[in-house]
T-cell receptor, first 112, second 114 residues
Framework: NAGVTQTPKFQVLKTGQSMTLQCAQD?????MYWYRQDPGMGLRLIYY???????DKGEVPNGYNVSRLNKREFSLRLESAAPSQTSVYFC???????????FGDGTRLSIL | AQSVTQLDSQVPVFEEAPVELRCNYS??????LFWYVQYPNQGLQLLLK??????LVKGINGFEAEFNKSQTSFHLRKPSVHISDTAEYFC????????????FGSGTKLNVKP
């Protein structure tokens, strides 16, 4: 079972470049999430999608956009990357709303 | 909004010793509570969850946690740790009013020494 799959696993960008991080799940989750993880700060929610066709801002949405392409896929786009966006990005899915979120293995993004 | 506090950023412990990782959250409204573990260069894996019922919750790898509503705490315990338990542990809270929002603590790095 693949679960939640993120691509790519690693990426290095130059300031100002754009990039899309991909996330796909095969667990029939209704809700999907994008987080960033920075040392000593835990996970911070960037955007989430409660269902296909809807997206909402989380705690740190500035500089990012998202697309819920279908039930399986939820992508995160950096239009003009900045060094402050160097982080590890995690995608997660959730079935029913009282259930845990299931995480991908992360994308490690460095912006020079 | 909830805030989740994990007071200990690092916990060193010797193998076979007991350990407690502390988690406190801010709001007294009804909540769902979770502990996740993260091994190096991996995503988060669910250790255990509290949704309702018994306040003592057992999870994988011999971990357990106790929900204390009056103290708004959900501390994680293991009676005897192994080297393989070395990892970072995150507490997460979701409240009944906003199920889509998971609030994570800043994490506790457990370092088990031989």
């Amino acid at each position: 079972n693949a679960g939640v799959t993120q691509t790519p696993k690693f990426q290095v960008l130059k300031t100002g470049q754009s990039m899309t991080l991909q996330c796909a799940q095969d667990m029939n989750h209704n809700s999907m999430y994008w987080y960033r993880q920075d040392p000593g700060m835990g996970l911070r929610l960037i955007y989430y999608s409660a269902s296909e066709g809807t997206t909402d801002k989380g705690e740190v949405p500035n500089g990012y956009n998202v697309s819920r392409l279908n039930k399986r896929e939820f992508s995160l786009r950096l239009e003009s990357a900045a060094p402050s966006q160097t982080s590890v990005y995690f995608c997660a899915g959730q079935g029913q709303l009282n259930q845990p979120q299931h995480f991908g293995d992360g994308t490690r993004l460095s912006i020079l | 909004a909830q805030s989740v506090t994990q007071l200990d950023s690092q916990v060193p412990v010797f193998e076979e010793a007991p350990v407690e990782l502390r988690c406190n959250y801010s709001s007294s409204v009804s909540v769902y509570l979770f502990w996740y573990v993260q091994y190096p260069n991996q995503g988060l894996q669910l250790l255990l969850k509290y949704l309702s019922g018994s306040t003592l919750v057992k999870g994988i790898n011999g971990f357990e946690a106790e929900f204390n509503k009056s103290q708004t705490s959900f501390h994680l315990r293991k009676p005897s740790v192994h080297i393989s338990d070395t990892a970072e542990y995150f507490c997460a809270v979701s409240d009944f009013g906003n199920f889509n929002k998971f609030y994570f603590g800043s994490g506790t790095k457990l370092n088990v020494k031989p």
